[in-house]
């Protein structure tokens, strides 16, 4: 080693004693039956000339070339499915001009003349079987339109249990999409053969400020895992792992760390920032405090009711088990669905991702560091 | 750049130019002592980078090939051993991009990757002392950049110098980086213990 006087002291020799222990713990050492096939495989590829090297290349190429275009196919077939449930509500005009007959994609009322859609209807029945049941927001511009061609809510299968929810709740919610109303795990009428069941979805939809589409996996049983939360927040990819007294995962490229402490207590670091939260039991629920990056949170969850500072003080009321809607302090609608998988974790866990996930700075302050998540959804 | 003690930690001593035009010519024997001897800093650094024990075999793998190609650019304004972490670190970074790619994928497909865990499993951990145990644990939780300065200064030995030649990057990014570093670990070690005092487990 290259004595540079200028280096600083190393940790191994004058660090303090517990971490000398780990630093100058044995390092990894190369199994002698590896260090062979190592050997054997990388003189196997010398011997390998130019010519088998670039077929191998080509090869390789279009191989990925193949396996891209076949994800593509997949990911644009699966990203359509998802997309379109957004779209639905957005303007009366789109459901007319793209009614999606017959195909195995509808999801959507389509607006037609009366006598049409009776056939329709019957058709795309068991397809809606086969899927979670989407209603849809009635337009604004309802008006305009000719009563028997107004959109409707598409009609559900006989075996899905519709949400306990009347027509006159859509109407408060205009703006967004009202997947809200669906739980992420309906009943579903097809065997277990068909399709593996897919995790619980926890979904944020809150107008102009913050879209989530979280996949939580139930990993109860598999050692201290309790649960896996992934997907994105205003487009930032998330990936946290709920285990016994920890938090886990990334945020985009940000690392997530919260140890969970007892019941009440955890601390962590979000982002390199040192974050801490506490939770009280109240009456009727739980209200939790805390620090995250660039700013302190707030979360109540009392029976029906859910709120967070800063963000949306007024409280999104429990339209059924896990669902919660209403409108925030700035006017904006919201809504938050819970699925059993989530709602099954210990209180300070479930609470803490709640906090992280949910609390959002005002917008004026979109332009100050740090920023977990993108400003807009 | 010198570094003198990694290559005179190998076995049967230092691998020299003469070694080296040897193997550039293109002997057998010489290859192999070059391979013998700088193969388990190769894995070494993988495993502390937290690779799987086989994606560290493939970055092996890669780098000695690598080698094998290029050694004929190689001018030897560097040690030898300087030039080989380059390259093992570039590929131990591609071995990590190619992972979150993959992990990315399997989140956009829906689909759940049985991903090769960096955990040695239960009888080499067994084998390894408790200490080694930690000290992965803590380094799996740091940041790629602060781990891969923390690594390459604190375990591996370089001098700041050569760790900036390794990375590509100034002397005083490195310091800075290492400063940081060690807080971090600092960190991580405390909360760790603290958990552990309570009886927590990670």
Redesign the interface.
Known sequence: MKKNVTDPIRLKDEGPEAQQVLLRAAPPEMPLGLKESVRARVEGRMQGGNTSRTFMRLAFAASLVLVAGGAMAYGVAKARHFLQEPQNAASPLRLQQAPRIGSGTTQQAIVLPHSNTVGLQAESSTKHARRKTHLNAPPQSVAMLQPPRVATAAPAAPSIESPPMGLHDFREFPEGKVEAMVPAEAPSSRSPHEEPPRPGRLLVNWASRRGASLDVVDMYGQGDALARVFGTINRTPLSIEIRKGLLVGKIGDEVVNVWLKGKEQADGSIAGYDVDFKLSATQNGYLLRGNLPGHTARLELHKGILRWYPGCENALAATSPGVYQGTCTEGKNASVVLPPSFRKLPPLARLVMLAIILTDRDPVFRDREPQIFNATP | ??????EDQVEGGPVDADWISRCKAGDKLAW?RL??QH??IV??LG??MGLS?EKT?DV??EV??RV?RNLGHFRGDSAFATWLYRIAMNEVSRAHREGSIR???A????R?MQEASSD?GPERRAQ??E??H??EE?LG?M?PKKRSVFVL???E??????IANVLGCGAETV?SR??HA?A??????K?R???VM?G???
Not at chain 2, 184 to 189: G, I, P
Request: hydrophobic share 35%; proline share 3%; charged share 35%.
């Open positions: 750049m010198n570094v003198a003690v990694r192999r391979y013998d193969a388990p894995y070494r495993r502390r024990e075999a092996c793998q000695f090939l094998y992990k990315t994928l989140t956009l497909l829906g759940e040695p390894a002392s200490a080694a930690v000290l803590i939780r940041k200064y604190e375990l030995e370089l001098s700041t110098e050569e310091k290492l400063r060690r971090e670990f600092d960190r991580l070690h909360q213990s603290l958990v309570q927590g487990k990670l």
